[in-house]
Nanobody
Framework: QVQLVESGGDLVQPGGSLNLSCVVS????????IGWFRQTPGKEREGIAC????????YYAESVKGRFTISRDNVDKTVWLQMTNLKPEDTAVYYC??????????????????WGEGTQVTVSS
């Protein structure tokens, strides 16, 4: 059974940085995609970045392009979301998820098969 566990959420000041991790356990194969999503109360879950596992291709939503970087630790399969120049509008619960196919595309909730529980990021002075 696939398990995803996020951590690293915190309170940070505007302009600050934060690194979120997603520990991946028991993937069905080596061909999958990890996506990062975020959600605020009353809004739909938004896909912001993803990375295909074998060919390491990445995608970023316009809202985070140039500020967020998705990467993977080759030793333990942890997927990182490095967030810089954080803004108050980045405040949300952040989720990582796995698409059981390796297709680079804008992450949509309906394409993802397994989810973590989420970690809270708050950007405020």
């Amino acid at each position: 059974q696939v398990q995803l566990v996020e951590s690293g959420g915190d309170l940070v000041q505007p302009g600050g940085s934060l690194n979120l991790s997603c520990v991946v356990s028991r993937s069905p194969s080596d061909y999958y995609t990890i996506g990062w999503f975020r959600q605020t109360p009353g809004k739909e879950r938004e896909g912001i970045a993803c990375r295909t596992n074998k060919n390491a291709k990445t995608y970023y939503a316009e809202s985070v392009k140039g500020r967020f970087t998705i990467s993977r630790d080759n030793v333990d399969k942890t997927v990182w979301l490095q967030m810089t120049n954080l803004k108050p509008e980045d405040t949300a619960v952040y989720y990582c998820a796995m698409d059981f196919s390796e297709i680079l595309r804008a992450p949509q909730v309906s394409d993802y098969d397994a989810w973590g529980e989420g970690t809270q990021v708050t950007v405020s002075s």
